[in-house]
């Protein structure tokens, strides 16, 4: 029998059957039904303290967010200020995506093998200041505002991979699934929250640059409370029912381990489609619903010395927050109950909130010049929509790959998904735009229309999205069935270098590794 505490790698096929057999029907057990460890004697955390953990990583995982769209919601005032276009505009989101997705990898690798506690502090300190200073850059320094823009993804990404991974050390089953749902309430509703202060702080400052003065104060909130309230929980221990250290493997051996996870590559290329549209949406929306007033003349435009009407973000703001709650709360209610008959509820929930958003996107870009009111309807329900996934998808990750990899894991979901998703979309949605325009005479009709044109892309890439979430319903029950067995010690990794041997399975050749067929 194998040795109960050697890693499986899910690198390699296993001798049982494959996703498509009859014997697949019990590969979604679920832990959550057995009996539950007894969390704080193997961690030393009790639920309590557990709870409270959740709830620092959740205030930090808002202001991340908050930080993130500020700059969006004061757009229309940064424009005029530094003077630039939509394709520059775009660019100060992108150069934060690119710099976040880069350095993400990095912090993967320490996060899975240092103090994670230690490592967000460190990031959290750094993003606080280089975003106060992001607030005093003069009007003909734009190249500084995109560098010190770039500079705050440092601070994020050595927070966004690794907080999931200390919830996923304190829960399992059902109440992490819940835990998860909690904590990524904070990205609708903190980015909600994003525009709702930059344009109320402006109004009360008189003065754009007080928007970005905010979250660096609650930043250093945020690192007192991790000093104060954060332990580091053991890794994997609540899954392993026992303390005892686990296994680690090279990084490179990690990579490869993850590049054959189907279920992983696959939900976070839906992901990518997600952060695509939601990139766009989240920057572009607001300057989308103001020039579409301005081309249907309810609106005037900002006089050149005064703040421009804030309204749209606000609204949208609190439309972001509240579609949030709705969908991240619906999708993992909705999946919970659907996976008591379904255990491929998980990925078709998703792939239902991506394909269903397509459609109401669409609507609500064609629709803005005859009526706002109804723009802002078939925003909420695609947004409702979006949002179904948030929780859910990290969930899917968190019982898809091993203890050891998660951290990694993450990272490379935000490699990718913003690599493919968010760093370019904001970006590409501009470049299309002021390409429009350059074919039409200047007149806030023509800035209106450009933009129209070029955000219907994203109802595109939401199909795509689905399919990809399709797909990865076909491929989660083994994948998760790995996982479970590599927690109770039931599988073991070959080491890096063993030999491996082909056998036949379902037809044809297969490379396993010797020790899988010698047991």
Known sequence: MASPWLPYADTTPVLSQPDDTEDEEGLQAKPEREEEPDVQTITGI????????????????????????????VLPDIEKFFKIDDSKSGLIQTVFICSYMVLAPIFGYLGDRYNRKYLMCVGITFWSGVTLGSSFIPQEYYGLLLLTRGLVGVGEASYSTIAPTIIADLFVGDRRSRMLSIFYFAIPVGSGLGYIVASQVKILAGDWHWALRVTPGLGLLAVLLLVLVVREPPRGAVETHSDAPLQYTSWITDLRALGSNRSFVLSSLGFTAVAFVTGSLALWAPAFLYRSRLANGSLQPCPTEEACNTSDSLIFGIITCVTGVLGVGSGVEISRRLQRSNPRADPLVCAAGLLGSAPFLFLAVVSAQGSIIATYVFIFIGETLLSLNWAIVADMLLYVVIPTRRSTAEAFQILLSHLLGDAGSPALIGMISDRIQRNRPPSFMSQFRSLEYALMACAFVGVIGGGFFLATACFIQADRKRTELYAQGQLNEPSEGEDRIVVPQRGRSTKVPVSSVLI
């Not at 409270?52 to 993130?68: E, K, T």
């Open 46 to 73: 009790s639920t309590s303290h557990g709870v409270r953990i959740v709830g620092v990583l959740c205030f930090i995982n808002l202001l991340n967010y908050m930080d993130r769209f500020t700059v969006a919601g």
